[in-house]
């Protein structure tokens, strides 16, 4: 069978740096076929290419046979080239049919809602969904909201549809229910391209993977003829140790105690609703959820960056309820953020500036009024052979380091104080599988030292790989609590979409 798709010695260069160098990518009619790689090695690049948000510098696309350029995404659409976006294109506030064909020519300029309805419901029914689309989008779920997309790509006659990270946003079951109908859409003859990290979900759903590395292709292989350790081995070429290697859990004494805790969110809604929990000496409990279920919430509740409006929280028996985050993390409490850009750097600033910046004004940082720039120097040179932060020099800005080196100068900062408290918000967000092995084993290092360590993720692999206990958050409560050796996908999967609860161990 003739390729739907063939991108051939593809060059994007964004000034002096080259994203995709020479790509070639050929993609068969009716397979799910992945395209995997580190971040920055030129994935979504490739993907924009395709859908026309950027143009390459050279090289040619085929599709269906004939060359083509694609110079917007209205050309791709027109071409039969649908994408869902990693963050959903929809607007909260139209209904399903209007989000649908929203930006669509329709015929005598005339609206049909009725008719574009009626379509909907046909697709819908042929692929087993079940959206109304009269419904505002604002009362779907994230997977009801992921379906919507897919059907507004093949509403508007899509026969490649590119999914970008599709299920960073899903609970397992809502995964299991996306693989179905991609499998049924590709029984169909639709053609799919899944950008992933997730390596267990590429040999599960995908026939073929392309891999990118510093944005050059490493080969396209059959997934019946690879596993993931070979995958992983082509993405950061070396290998590379998924499961995390810990000795069994030796909880000592309470170091975190959260009674009741009640915090609003950013609406004046309710976010945190009563929630209870503790966390030992030597131990790692991890909060899993889908996002936006009010794991922010309870972070800045616990690091005094969010009013606490009842409840309290306990840290080695003293009460730091509502303390100013300053005064709170002095007390040997150690923050790593959820978005390590906005409250975890500052981008100006060098490598060696932002590795003290919990402490520069303590000695031996400074001394009265002033900074003592040697040993900040000799620190930095220290924390960047330790953390092994791939740099040119601890004088770079930390803006132009990669994603996982920007995460091991917080890693560094944080755990070089050897806290009491560890608080890991998606500590591996965005990064590549070489780095989150990485920052998985410092987790574990801190555990055996005898941090209390709090884990909060929406990688359910990454819960269940680092927790001692597992803690499933759903609309602002505690589903359930449960030892993490014996802990289930489905059983967690219920929990995270709310239809299990159990009482808290």
């Known amino acids: 069978m003739a390729p739907i798709l063939v991108m051939r010695d593809i060059v994007k260069e964004f000034g002096s740096f080259r994203a995709n160098d020479g790509v070639n990518l050929e993609v068969e009619t009716g397979e799910v076929h992945a395209l995997l790689g580190e971040n920055g090695a030129g994935k979504s690049t490739l993907m924009n290419i395709l859908y026309g948000l950027y143009q390459a510098n050279s090289g040619e696309i085929y599709f269906e046979g004939r060359p083509v350029k694609i110079t917007s995404p209205k050309e791709a659409i027109d071409l039969g080239i649908g994408m869902v976006h990693q963050h959903f294109m929809l607007i909260p506030a139209l209904t399903v049919a209007e989000n649908i064909i929203l930006g669509m020519q329709m015929p005598r300029g005339i609206i049909d809602l009725k008719e574009a309805s009626r379509k909907i419901k046909e697709l ?25 997309e897919i059907v507004k790509a093949l509403y508007r006659g899509a026969r490649l549809l590119i999914l970008d990270e599709p299920t960073a946003v899903l609970t397992p079951q809502e995964v299991n229910e996306l693989f179905r109908v991609l499998k049924q859409l590709t029984q169909e003859g639709i053609t799919v391209i899944f950008i992933t990290h997730k390596l267990n979900e590429v040999m599960a759903i995908c026939q073929r993977v392309t891999v990118l590395r510093a944005g050059k292709v490493v080969g396209t292989v059959a997934t019946c003829n690879t596993g993931k350790n070979e995958l992983a081995r082509m993405m950061v070429g070396r290998e590379v140790f ?66 606490v409006t009842a409840g309290r929280v306990l840290l080695n028996g003293q009460d730091i309820t509502n303390l100013p985050p300053r005064q709170i993390l002095e007390r040997n409490v150690a923050h790593i953020p959820e978005d390590r850009n906005v409250r975890g750097l500052v981008g100006a600033m060098s490598i060696k500036e932002n590795l003290i910046l919990q402490e520069y004004y303590k000695q031996p940082f400074s001394r009265g009024w002033f900074l003592n720039y040697d040993l900040i120097k000799d620190h930095a040179v220290k924390m960047v052979r330790e953390f092994d932060i791939r740099t040119t020099s601890e004088e770079l800005p ?84 449960v030892p993490g050796a014996q802990a289930r996908v489905e059983e967690l999967g219920l929990m995270m979409a709310g239809s299990k609860r159990l009482k808290a161990s």
Request: aromatic share 4%; with cysteine; charged share 20%.
């Open 242 to 307: 998924f499961q995390v290697n810990k000795k069994p859990c030796s909880p000592g004494q309470t170091v975190l105690e959260v009674q009741g805790l009640e915090a609003l969110s950013n609406k004046g809604l309710k976010a945190l609703k009563g929630i209870s929990f503790n966390i030992c000496q030597g131990e790692i409990l991890g909060i899993a959820g889908v996002d936006g279920n009010g794991q922010s919430e309870l972070v800045e509740a616990i690091t005094g960056l969010r009013p």
């Open 124 to 148: 819908s029914r042929q692929y087993g969904f079940d959206i109304d689309p009269e419904a505002k989008v604002w009362q779907l779920s994230v997977g009801q909201q992921q379906r919507v």
């Open 398 to 481: 930390v803006k132009n380091l990669s994603g996982g080196n920007q995460q091991k100068v917080v890693l560094a900062r944080e755990v070089y104080r050897q806290p009491a408290l560890l608080i890991a918000m998606h500590p591996t967000r965005g990064l590549d599988v070489g780095a989150t092995e990485y920052v998985h084993k410092r987790l574990v290092a801190e555990r055996d030292r005898g941090a209390a360590v709090l884990l909060v993720s929406t990688e359910l692999d990454e819960i269940l790989s680092l927790s001692d206990r597992i803690a499933v958050l759903y609309e602002g409560e505690i589903m359930g609590i």
